[in-house]
Each structure stands twice: as structure tokens, then as C-alpha cells.
């Protein structure tokens, strides 16, 4: 009788249950994201990351990336409400003044650590193993919201100066007159894939390192890489490269370029399952009653 009163108050102690916040009833074990699946496939690639020429900026190579398997991948932007029941649990830490008030809207201010802290939470809670998806996962899913970041009239010129000023000039372009205004889940509407709100004013953490590549020759022959993973990229109206505990780029830590608005993220789910104490808590309630 005592190992079963055990078992009990054991199954109790570690239930998901239901959490409330801000008024709002969500169960994460039971009402997941609505996701998209986008199939198995093949798409050209602009590598991410700098690629240096005797010290100066080139494009990067245009490269073909195959996906064997399927992306599940969730079609809105993790939201303020969502955010909220991680930090409720004591999982996440609260975000950078996040203007948005509206409870599905997007996230904003959570660096890539916050981002991989909610992961973690959510994996655990529902017992599916979700992650940020890597740049090459992105600009697949993205379709025609990807925007190329070449430096396109780099060959315009020899002068080393006008190449540097090129490429700043590009990623200042990039940015959107929508960017001083946080908005609603919704505004930038959905890409060809059905994926919402792509390339708006709220950057996506990816899981890709960024890697700084110096090349030797016009062909584009690799001399040296070298890789940071303090630094990640985050994707948008164009790439950015972003120490990892950054909330806010626009206060400092973009590493390259010009940098995001607002920083959020969305997740892709793993076919790989993982034993998450849902399922612990599912499994001794059934021991008890058997």
C-alpha cells in the first residue's frame, strides 16, 4: 500500500497538468502547433556565412542541398502565450521588452539560448523531440520568401573600399519600412508553402554556426573556414549573424551586416521520440491502476 500511495504522489509531483496564464487554459501535452509538412527535395542554396578573397568580401558559392526526409515545421512563429507558460515553469527566462500585448502574436526579444530553452521545455512537456531548423532547413521551407544575400554588383569595382561599402549598402536595402512596428501574427500573410509571416519583421533563430571561409582563387577554391557557434544565424528580410545570448541585435552583438528588427523563432519537430516525463507520468499511472 505504501509503494502504490508512493507511486501516486511520484506521478503527481512530475504531471505536466494544465498550466494557466494570463487567463489562458493550454495543455501543451495535448494541443500542439499546427505544423507544415514539407516534402523530401532538392533546392539551391546561397552558403551561409563570409567568404573572404584577399581580405574582402565575395559572394558565396551557390551550392545544390538535398533533403531526404520531410519538414514538419510550424506554421506561425512561436507565440507571446506560448512563451509564457514556459516561463510560468520556470523553464525560460522572460524576453526583451516584448512590445506585442496580443497573445498569439509572435515572441520578440529571445536570444538563440532562449529559443533552445523553450525547445528543450516543449520536448519535454509533449514527449516529441522539436529544435530550431538549421539555415539550409529554412531557406528550403521558405521558398520565395528566401532572400538571396549576394553581393551583387561586387564586380563592378576593384577597389576594395567600394566592395566593403557594397556589401553594407545590400544589407541596408534589405531592410524593411516595416520595421520600427511590431505586428500581428498574420501581416506579412503566407509563402507559397503556407508557412506565415516568413521574412516579416521578426528574424528566426536557425541552429547553423556561422563560419567565416576565405577562398584562394575566382573559382571559389576553400583556403581556410572557420566556424563560431557563439554566433548563429538568424533569417529574415536577410541573413544576420547573432552572438547567442543577444535579445535585442539592434543593442548590440550582430556580428555581420546590418541587424534584425525583433528576434523570435519557430520549431521543427523530429521524428525521433524521446521519453519526456509526460510519458513517465503516463506510464506509473498505469502501474498504479494495474
Known amino acids: 500500500m505504501n509503494r502504490i500511495a508512493g507511486l501516486i504522489a511520484l506521478a503527481g509531483a512530475i504531471s505536466v497538468g494544465t498550466l494557466v496564464t494570463a487567463g489562458l487554459t493550454y495543455s501543451p501535452q495535448l494541443d500542439g502547433p499546427i505544423l507544415v509538412a514539407i516534402p523530401s527535395g532538392s533546392h539551391e542554396y546561397r552558403a551561409s556565412g563570409e567568404y573572404l578573397k584577399d581580405s574582402f568580401p565575395v559572394n558565396a558559392p551557390m551550392i545544390t542541398v538535398d533533403h531526404a ?26 524576453p526583451y521588452k516584448n512590445r506585442l500585448k496580443n497573445e498569439i502574436a509572435p515572441i520578440t526579444g529571445v536570444s538563440y539560448d532562449n529559443a533552445v530553452e523553450y525547445a528543450h521545455w516543449y520536448s519535454e512537456k509533449t514527449g516529441v523531440r522539436w529544435r530550431l531548423p538549421s539555415d539550409k532547413e529554412w531557406s528550403y521551407v521558405a521558398g520565395s520568401r528566401f532572400v538571396d544575400d549576394a553581393i551583387t554588383r561586387e564586380q563592378e569595382s576593384d577597389d576594395p573600399s567600394v566592395k566593403w561599402l557594397e556589401k553594407y549598402r545590400t544589407y541596408a536595402e534589405l531592410n524593411s519600412v516595416e520595421g520600427t512596428v511590431v505586428r500581428d501574427r498574420g501581416f506579412f500573410g503566407e509563402n507559397e508553402n503556407g508557412l506565415v509571416d516568413l521574412s516579416g519583421n521578426v528574424w528566426e533563430w536557425t541552429s547553423t554556426c556561422y563560419k567565416r571561409s576565405r577562398i584562394s582563387d575566382d573559382n571559389g577554391a576553400l583556403d581556410t573556414q572557420t566556424e563560431n557557434c557563439g554566433v548563429r544565424i538568424a533569417e529574415g528580410q536577410h541573413r544576420a549573424y547573432i552572438t547567442t545570448f543577444v535579445q535585442d541585435a539592434k543593442g548590440g552583438g550582430c556580428a555581420v551586416g546590418a541587424p534584425p528588427n525583433y528576434l523570435g523563432f519557430r520549431l521543427v519537430k523530429d521524428t525521433q521520440p524521446m521519453f519526456s516525463r509526460h510519458r513517465l507520468h503516463a506510464w506509473l499511472t498505469r502501474l498504479v491502476v494495474s
Open 69 to 94: 526526409k520531410q519538414i514538419d515545421i510550424m506554421k506561425y512563429q512561436v507565440s507571446t502565450s506560448d512563451y509564457a507558460l514556459c516561463i510560468a515553469d520556470g523553464a525560460c527566462k522572460k
